[in-house]
């Protein structure tokens, strides 16, 4: 059995029009939601054996403060592939996972995400910013993962849902 933790980057920034997409920082939501979304991983026992996230500021500094907060004590590993994806390219970087990696937490962008969770569980939920879905696979090697639904969603918490924990208080 695997288990993809699906989280969409915290709250972005729009204040600086000049800057690329891919250089937009988190804003004082964004920096707020996402030590809280740490904090939720930690009390519910979902600390990943890994971290994938796109290497868009805002999703790598979203990694970033989910780790602080969680106690994860493991790699981030950025991909640039991971950046504006669409939920087949987000299957292909899972697809190359070691099977050591039981569960695994996603940080990417929408709507590839979105749209993820809807091909490998057949729903269609929203996933607003620093929203997290978790989703049980059952598989024995992350090489199954396949376009059709096989998987279950278990739970989705988006951050005004989540209660202070700990940490980001």
Avoid: F
Wanted: hydrophobic share 40%; with cysteine; charged share 25%.
């Amino acid at each position: 059995m695997k288990t993809l933790l699906i989280m969409r980057h915290a709250k972005s920034s729009w204040d600086d029009p000049k800057l690329d997409d891919h250089d937009r920082p988190l804003n004082k939501r964004g920096k707020h939601d996402a030590p809280r979304m740490g904090d939720l991983l930690r009390a519910e026992n979902l600390l990943p054996d890994l971290v994938l996230s796109s290497t868009a500021l805002r999703a790598r500094r979203t990694a970033e403060l989910v780790v602080q907060s969680s106690g994860y004590s493991g790699e981030i590993r950025l991909r640039r592939d991971l950046y504006a994806a669409e939920a087949e390219t987000y299957l292909s970087v899972l697809k190359q996972l070691p099977d050591d990696c039981q569960r695994v937490l996603l940080i990417g962008h929408n709507p590839g995400l979105e749209n993820l969770l809807g091909l490998l569980c057949d729903v269609w939920e929203r996933l607003p910013t620093a929203a997290l879905a978790v989703v049980s696979l059952p598989l024995e090697s992350w090489k199954e993962l396949q376009t059709k639904p096989q998987g279950t969603l278990l739970h989705i918490w988006r951050p005004k849902e989540v209660p202070n924990l700990g940490s980001s208080k």
